[in-house]
């Protein structure tokens, strides 16, 4: 989960929707140079039964529309998205950057047809896709936190090893989700 420091001297509020192992600050060698030191320090501690889920993040993305906070080992975070598994359902937390009650996703799917079902408290959205197809879904997110908790699910898979000429890429790949933010 990576948040840029502005310029200015004052405070970064940075909040998490679940337990992290650790804070890494890195900086460039300006920052270097010219940062002598860094406070940090929490405001207020979640509470463990007011979490949205009792695991600790595996790793965080920040995306252009938000954060996800991937709970499990069956999503595979890249730059602009992330894959869930083929055959798998994964765990993750988004927490788009605006508080409106809705995160905003792109669901692509691989080239195989798909039965994918997405979860998010006692919202559920099956869908039944072929290949390459696209959907955009708004998904609720929990009032009052900004994040929601949701589960992703895949029945089918390929590697693209196996469909693109030239790739490596030996992973088995269900469905793209794509965090595009919110909306009211």
Do not use: C
């Given at each position: 989960?990576?948040e840029?420091?502005?310029?200015s ?28 030191g ?27 529309g ?30 788009p ?8 996703l ?5 080239p195989?047809?798909n ?14 896709m ?12 929990t ?28 992973r ?8 595009l933010?919110s909306?009211?």
């Amino acid at each position: 989960h990576t948040e840029q420091v502005g310029t200015s001297p004052g405070p970064l509020v940075v909040e998490f929707p679940v337990a992290v192992r650790a804070i890494i600050v890195r900086g460039d060698d300006t920052i270097r140079r010219n940062v002598r030191g860094m406070l940090v320090e929490p405001l207020s501690i979640v509470r463990p039964a007011e979490r949205l889920s009792p695991a600790i993040a595996r790793q965080a993305v920040r995306y252009a529309g938000g954060a996800a906070f991937f709970l499990d080992e069956f999503s595979y975070a890249e730059p602009e998205g992330f894959w869930v598994a083929g055959e798998r359902a994964s765990s993750v937390v988004v927490q788009p950057d605006e508080r409106t009650g809705v995160a905003m996703l792109l669901v692509r799917n691989g080239p195989v047809e798909n039965r994918v079902e997405i979860e998010a408290g006692k919202w559920r959205e099956r869908l039944d896709m072929g290949p390459g197809e696209e959907r955009s879904l708004a998904v609720p997110v929990t009032p009052g936190r900004g994040a929601g908790l949701l589960t992703v699910s895949s029945a089918a898979g390929f590697r693209p090893s196996e469909v693109e000429a030239g790739s490596r890429d030996n992973r088995y790949l269900g469905v793209w989700v794509t965090l595009l933010g919110s909306r009211q």
